[in-house]
């Protein structure tokens, strides 16, 4: 009986050799197949990995490419609609932070005179989108086009430069808010440093180059405490994130002045608020709270005096804007070089008359006809300063800037705003 042995083995001596030499060599051959085989259907794996990889990226950059809210023919028919001045030697302005509060203002305004206004806003969602989403609206009822984007988005603007020639910038887009720089403050270094200089570069690199006018803020004058504030007082001890970076705008800016020739102006705006306006706000989240019979936290300085700000109106704020625009000089470079010194400047914008923050609690009180419930507490330190005052006889000179409406008068005017646009509803979510 043959074992196993056998089978595998014949049983011939000189044979076996010979038959062994071929079955090794044969199994040497299936063996080198098998692994070539192997080795083959690995590289074919390697391939087929490495081109899902590919095509994963490229459809992971083309969806976002394609899903881009901006792009095409259509699109650009708008920007350029948009764009279109409706007066005799009317502006061409890209309105950076269109849907934010003084950014929506300022561009109806320039619409209602004639200027043709393309806006840029990311939406983001620092405070209640839907109130950015509400203003966009109405700038659109007014036939203002709202870019949905970034203004650290280099492709979008230098697209947006290309379609139209911009006679002018009015950059408003930011990170606003001097208390959050404590919570995200890379949120403000993106926007106001690195956004900052996304918007230079294409500005700088755009044919024509436009004037820019962009949002400084009171909050550069920082620890100063020579009062009023004049624009030639020291601003290098800022007490938050926030005033660094917009202090850092400010020598970014005069950067791109010097070397480039792009004409700028700086608007210092101290505590703006109005119709409209930002939720984060004191004087918009009192309202909220006393209307909803919820406490309200007001801050107090040191030695318990009371901190003040010299609130001003969103309106006097969209003339101080106008005047900048309307004396802003061209801009002087071209291809990157600038031909001759191009216009700097720098103005305060405020009301020149600081009010208490219990003094603005006592006067929303009236126009709510609700008395506040509150919880004052010492001035935490995040960011703060006790005042602000702004002398404004430069803006006054140069950009005939003339605040008209005291904080009784503007905060009747944003109590009338918030009632129609939220409603009594208690819960302080809109009526619609
Ligand atoms: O001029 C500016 O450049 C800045 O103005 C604004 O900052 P501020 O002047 O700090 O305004 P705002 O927050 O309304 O606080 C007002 C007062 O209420 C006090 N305050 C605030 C909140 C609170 O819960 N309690 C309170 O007492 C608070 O201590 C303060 O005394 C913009 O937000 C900012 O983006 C920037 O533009």
């Not at 350029?80 to 007066?87: G, W």
């Not at 086009?145 to 139209?164: H, M, Q, W, Y």
């Not at 003339?319 to 470079?333: H, I, M, Q």
Request: glycine share 8%; with cysteine.
């Amino acid at each position: 009986m043959r074992n196993l042995e056998d089978e595998l083995f014949p049983s011939t001596p000189g044979k076996v050799k010979i038959e062994r030499a071929h079955a090794i060599s044969r199994q040497f051959h299936r063996c080198f197949a098998s692994t070539s085989t192997m080795f083959l259907w690995a590289l074919f794996l390697i391939a087929l990995t490495a081109s899902y990889l590919s095509f994963q990226s490229f459809v992971d950059t083309s969806s976002k490419y394609f899903h881009a809210s901006w792009g095409g023919m259509h699109w650009e028919r708008q920007i350029r609609n948009s764009a279109q001045p409706r007066r005799q030697n009317g502006y061409s302005v890209l309105v950076t932070g269109a849907s934010g509060f003084v950014g929506s203002h300022v561009s109806l305004a320039l619409r209602r005179r004639g200027d043709g206004v393309v806006g840029l806003d990311n939406f983001n969602s620092y405070y209640d989108p839907s109130l950015k989403k509400a203003r966009k609206a109405l700038l659109s009822s007014h036939s203002i086009f709202i870019v949905e984007g970034d203004i650290n988005d280099s492709r979008l603007l230098a697209k947006l430069f290309d379609v139209v020639p911009f006679t002018h910038v009015l950059h408003l887009a930011a990170q606003a808010g001097v208390r959050y720089a404590i919570e995200n403050p890379a949120s403000y270094v993106h926007s106001n440093i690195a956004g900052l200089v996304t918007l230079l570069e294409a500005c700088k690199s755009a044919d024509p180059q436009p004037s820019i006018v962009w949002a400084s803020s009171s909050s550069v004058y920082g620890l100063n405490d020579k009062v009023p504030f004049s624009e030639l007082d020291r601003t290098d001890q800022p007490a938050s994130l926030y005033a660094a970076t917009k202090k850092a705008g400010e020598e970014i800016t005069h950067t791109y002045n010097h070397i480039y020739g792009l004409s700028i102006t700086g608007l210092r705006f101290f505590t703006v608020y109005g119709p409209w306006g930002r939720p984060d706000m004191a004087y918009f989240s009192f309202t909220r709270n006393i209307l909803q019979g919820k406490p309200i936290t007001v801050y107090r300085g040191k030695d318990h005096v009371d901190l003040a700000r010299d609130f001003t109106y969103i309106d006097d704020i969209v003339k101080g804007c106008l005047g900048a625009l309307d004396t802003a000089e061209k801009s002087t470079g071209t291809g990157g070089k600038k031909r001759r010194p191009a216009q700097y400047r720098i103005y305060n914008l405020g009301n020149t008359s600081p009010v208490t923050v219990p003094n603005l609690v006592a006067i929303l009180e009236r126009h709510l006809k609700v008395k506040a419930k509150k919880n004052v507490v010492e001035m935490p330190g995040n960011g703060d300063v006790p005042f602000t005052h702004a002398n404004i006889s430069l803006a006054r000179a140069e950009l005939g800037y003339k605040p008209t409406t005291n904080l009784e008068t503007g905060l009747k005017k944003f109590v009338k705003w918030y009632l129609s646009y939220y409603g009594y509803n208690p819960r302080g979510v809109r009526n619609l």
